[in-house]
């Protein structure tokens, strides 16, 4: 059964840093979306992606953030100068059929 | 504004006991809804969706979930919980853009 997967498991980095997280979407997937879950929080939509171009963002996607397909399989959100708060788990997710798939999660830790 | 509700934080149940986890939806327009669960260690995985039609929708392991317009309500069922039903559930509302999560409701049985 096909599946959204992410690489790495889990990152570590030192404040100030900046982190690609990656995605590897069901292949004849369209809608590719982030999310994260700070610990102990809710899950919150990052941003959705379709047609190459960011259709949708919430509000804590600032510049800090950027996402991106380099090729035809991958999907990476790029954290740059990263802060403490954005240790969390990090989902990316991709749709059929108005069911979204969720990959396994990166767990980023800003030290 | 868009927001998905869920009342409880931490049910405890001993197994073969009757589970209803609340979820409440404030909502404009076409309501699509959904619950997914999140083992320990793992990923989301879906359990059950609604979009429009009958609003009893059966999901898999036995969940189901019931639609209830007048009541903004779609709380999610199972019979006889099991232990290995130990978990986080989670209830969603969106279309194909972005899904708002409630803060989710961890589920302890007891064996």
């Known amino acids: 059964e096909p599946e959204v997967t992410q690489t790495p498991s889990h990152q570590v980095t030192q404040m100030g840093q900046e982190v690609i997280l990656r995605c590897v979407p069901i292949s004849n997937h369209l809608y590719f979306y982030w999310y994260r879950q700070i610990l102990g929080q809710k899950v919150e939509f990052l941003v959705s992606?379709?047609?190459?171009?960011?259709?949708?963002k919430s509000e804590i996607f600032d510049d800090q953030f950027s996402v991106e397909r380099p090729d035809g399989s991958n999907f990476t959100l790029k954290i740059r100068s990263t802060k403490l708060e954005d240790s969390a788990m990090y989902f990316c997710?991709?749709?059929?059929?108005?069911?979204?798939?969720f990959g396994p999660g990166t767990r980023l830790t800003v030290l | 504004a868009q927001s998905v509700s869920q009342h409880n934080h931490h049910v405890i149940l001993s197994e073969a006991a009757s589970l209803e986890l609340g979820c409440n939806y404030s909502y404009g327009g076409t309501v699509n809804l959904f619950w997914y669960v999140q083992y320990p260690g793992q990923h989301l995985q879906l359990l059950l969706k609604y979009f429009s039609g009958d609003p009893l929708v059966k999901g898999i392991k036995g969940f189901e979930a019931e639609f209830i317009k007048s009541k903004f309500s779609f709380n999610l069922r199972k019979p006889s919980v099991q232990w290995s039903d130990t978990a986080e559930y989670f209830c969603a509302g969106g279309s194909q853009g972005n899904l708002i999560f409630g803060k989710g409701t961890k589920l302890s049985v007891k064996p």
């Open positions: 992606f379709y047609n190459n171009e960011i259709s949708e």
């Open positions: 997710a991709s749709n059929a059929y108005n069911e979204q798939f």
